[in-house]
């Protein structure tokens, strides 16, 4: 169980990062420092499969990504994400799970190199609203809660590779922090592959 100090902990950082992009955002969109630039439309997937022991006992993992970004300088863009992932657990006797999460996220990209290079480094931070349905059941008869709706935290880096000018790969990590506390990165971390269409 979650205390009332800790509780309050996550969510004045959550607070935080939220202010931070919405002052990020209105920096740039300030009629003084803002200019028209490139819109940039990313799908992306990624899918991991773990056996234990036997094809009959895993753990299945598919994420579909859909985003689009606006670049208001040769290296930051603000970004409107959708994602869906299923995760399927199957281990006879203890656990028969699957969890449908939906993410819908604000983003921050910060590429670390102008978009003219051959290779472009980046970083993401943001915040989400995650929309997750469960069924199934472990096997001390435990059954998970059936509809989970909250506020998350995103991190991700990764990096664009252009193919032509108008069209490029890219392939990164992200990560939505449960109750967006710093330390549950590795909960809920996924590499992801896609494509760039730039307008």
């Known amino acids: 169980m979650v205390g009332p100090k800790k509780t309050k902990i996550r969510a004045g950082y959550l607070a935080k990062l939220t202010t931070g992009v919405v002052l990020l955002g209105l920096v740039f969109l300030h009629p003084k420092l803002a200019y028209s630039g490139m819109f940039e439309l990313s799908a992306g997937f990624s899918y991991n499969r773990v056996n234990y022991g036997s094809e009959q006992n895993y753990n299945l993992t598919k994420r579909w990504t859909g985003s689009i970004g606006y670049y208001f300088s040769e290296t930051s863009e603000v970004e409107v994400d959708f994602s869906d992932v299923v995760d399927k657990t199957l281990i006879s006797g203890y656990q028969d799970t699957t969890f449908h999460d939906q993410i819908y996220s604000a983003n921050w990209i910060q590429s670390l190199l102008p978009r003219t290079a051959r290779i472009q480094p980046y970083l993401r931070i943001g915040v989400g609203q995650l929309n997750r349905n469960a069924s199934g ?63």
């Open 137 to 199: 059941e472990y096997g001390n008869g435990a059954v998970p809660a059936s509809q989970v709706d909250s506020l998350t935290g995103v991190l991700g880096a990764g990096t664009k590779f252009p193919i032509v000018s108008q069209l490029g790969f890219k392939c990164e990590a992200i990560s939505y922090l449960k109750g967006a506390a710093i330390g549950t990165y590795k909960d809920n971390i996924a590499i992801t592959l896609g494509l760039s269409f730039y307008f």
